[in-house]
């Protein structure tokens, strides 16, 4: 039996695909063995939001060829996309798809096998795609939360952000197939589903008659499914519509990623962000008015081209206002071929280190004052797994996104468990189980 490794750079959405191309090799008879295992295939799936990214990738091309000289190496992905040209040059590669093509990937395996080797590259004008390319997820080998790609592309163009052109125009995968998966991932045993994208509340946009709320409500039908969760999301997509059509649904759970960027509305602006720090404050006041014990997360990126220390403090005066039950901050890093890459006014690495650090510290702090609201309180936890590092422990989530550690036996995996929150670790809280209380 030949074996193929995967490697998988970026977000949830190359996730879902690195799943799904493994299915395509497992149909074909491939065992889908560790990357760091001798294999005869090497699929990178690669991400270029970063220039960390792009030498990331190239990096596990290198150890994939020291694995085995004689593996294939295929890279796909985002990466790719952008730069066919480069990646085909590097030593060892056989073949190159970009964020198209990709439910071929076996077939142009054989090709390459059967030709003696060289480099093939399928990358199309990905501008010019129209139609969702059918990835499917059929086997699901995890029983706890499920991530579902209902949607592909971007047409939000923001200045520092290569992805509208590595992903092309938004593309929403047809109803009937995103039903279709949420029934078998019910019958599979999973309790939650991550409805996510490039720009998940495009949703419905480009084929009419159906949205983002629609495509919720229809999941919210289906049996055996006990949460929904979304992906992120942008401010303009909590309309009242929004938040009447969460509030009557109590599937979907109350936790919402809501792309910030930036607190300073004079950077807001060059980013091309389409709205202004009032506009997401209401926003953010809207939901907790509306929806118990929900939690807001967000992105916030610092350094970008302009921003000076003024600025820079009004972005953290602004998110310690909002008070985010958590933050993921990056550093901008320039992407060729978008817009901010080019401006003169860049910010020199060690502020861009120094406002990081800031405002890394003040998300722990915040996260520990949410976490803290809640203990003391029996939550619904959906138990996903053992602790890595704590013997005897699962971990779970909270459907605000508590991140949960508790003792449990093996059997409660893939449940959802009363919880007595009893302990603040800052990351995460320590429950106790029913049964334990009992």
Wanted: charged content about 30%; proline content about 3%.
């Amino acid at each position: 039996m030949k074996k193929v490794a995967f490697f998988t750079l970026g977000c949830k959405v190359n996730q879902y695909e690195t799943e799904a191309m493994a299915e395509l090799f497992e149909a074909e008879n491939y065992e889908v063995v560790d990357f760091e295992e001798k294999a005869d295939v090497y699929v990178i799936n690669t991400c270029t939001v970063t220039n960390l990214s792009d030498r990331k990738s190239r990096q596990m091309i290198r150890k994939a060829r020291r694995k085995n000289q004689n593996a294939i190496i295929a890279v796909v992905g985002c990466y790719a996309q952008i730069s066919p040209e480069e990646v085909s040059s590097i030593p060892g590669v056989n073949l190159v798809i970009g964020t198209k093509q990709r439910n071929r990937i076996v077939e142009y395996i054989k090709e390459i096998e059967n030709s003696g080797g060289g480099v093939a590259a399928y990358v199309d004008d990905i501008m010019r795609t129209r139609d969702f390319e059918e990835l499917k997820v059929e086997s699901y080998k995890e029983r706890t939360r499920a991530f579902l790609k209902i949607q592909e592309g971007c047409n939000q163009f923001c200045t520092y952000c290569i992805i509208p052109y590595a992903r092309g125009p938004i593309r929403s995968r047809q109803p009937h197939d995103v039903l279709n998966e949420v029934r078998k991932l019910a019958e599979s045993g999973f309790k939650e589903v991550v409805l996510t994208g490039i720009h998940v509340a495009s949703y419905g946009k480009d084929i009419g008659g159906i949205t983002i709320l629609d495509i919720i409500k229809k999941v919210h039908e289906i049996d055996g499914i006990e949460r929904i969760r979304l992906g992120s999301i942008e401010p303009s997509t909590v309309t009242d519509e929004f938040i009447a059509t969460a509030r009557s649904l109590h599937k979907l759970c109350p936790h919402y990623h809501i792309s910030l960027q930036s607190g300073c509305d004079k950077i807001l602006k060059r980013m091309n962000r389409k709205y202004t720090s009032d506009d997401y404050r209401k926003v953010v006041d809207t939901l907790r008015a509306n929806i118990p014990d929900v939690a807001i997360t967000t992105d916030v990126m610092v350094g970008f081209p302009g921003e000076t220390d003024e600025d820079f403090e009004e972005t953290y005066k602004f998110v310690d206002e909002i008070s985010f039950a958590h933050m993921h901050v990056f550093k901008y890093s320039p992407r060729k071929g978008t817009p901010a890459a080019g401006y003169s006014d860049q910010v020199p690495p060690e502020k861009k280190e120094e406002r990081s650090n800031r405002l890394i510290e003040l998300s722990k702090r915040k996260t520990e004052e949410f976490n803290g609201r809640f203990i003391g309180r029996t939550m619904k936890v959906l138990m996903e797994k053992e602790t890595d590092n704590q013997e005897g422990m699962l971990e779970g989530l909270t459907p605000n996104y508590i991140r949960v550690l508790c003792k449990g036996e093996n059997s409660l995996k893939g449940r959802i468990v009363d919880v007595r929150l009893v302990e603040n670790k800052v990351d995460h809280v320590i429950g106790l189980t029913e049964n334990v209380l009992q």
